[in-house]
């Protein structure tokens, strides 16, 4: 299986920033996609960021320009870092990944969250 742990969550003032990580493991083959998602109270999950085995990335509008979604292929890790944060981007942050195991199934592997709140 693959395990998947977030961390960098925390509570931040309007402005600040933060810097997610995520860190797979297990025994897998490949990981393909890896992308961050969050879900605000009462909301549904919501992609925020994602980014490809060939380092393409997408966002989502409402956090174009603020936030950075980066990786660290060795490390089987992704980063999320978020700037000029404000009280809209307060949810659980949940860290994604697909890929193959050596079998050749694949795979779609969940994070247990993180959660960033945003207040003064």
């Known amino acids: 299986q693959v395990q998947l742990v977030e961390s960098g969550g925390g509570l931040v003032q309007p402005g600040g920033s933060l810097r997610l990580s995520c860190a797979a493991s297990?025994?897998?083959?490949?990981?393909?996609?890896m992308a961050w998602y969050r879900q605000a109270p009462g909301k549904e999950r919501e992609l925020v960021a994602s980014?490809?085995?060939?380092?393409?990335?997408n966002y989502a509008d409402s956090v174009k320009g603020r936030f950075t979604i980066s990786r660290d292929y060795a490390k089987n890790t992704v980063y999320l870092q978020m700037n000029s944060l404000k009280p809209e981007d307060t949810a659980v942050y949940y860290c994604?990944?697909?890929?193959?195991?050596?079998?050749?199934?694949?795979?779609?592997?969940w994070g247990p969250g993180t959660q960033v709140a945003v207040s003064s």
């Open positions: 980014i490809t085995s060939g380092g393409s990335t």
């Open positions: 297990g025994r897998f083959f490949s990981i393909n996609d």
């Open positions: 994604n990944a697909d890929g193959r195991y050596y079998s050749g199934n694949s795979y779609v592997a």
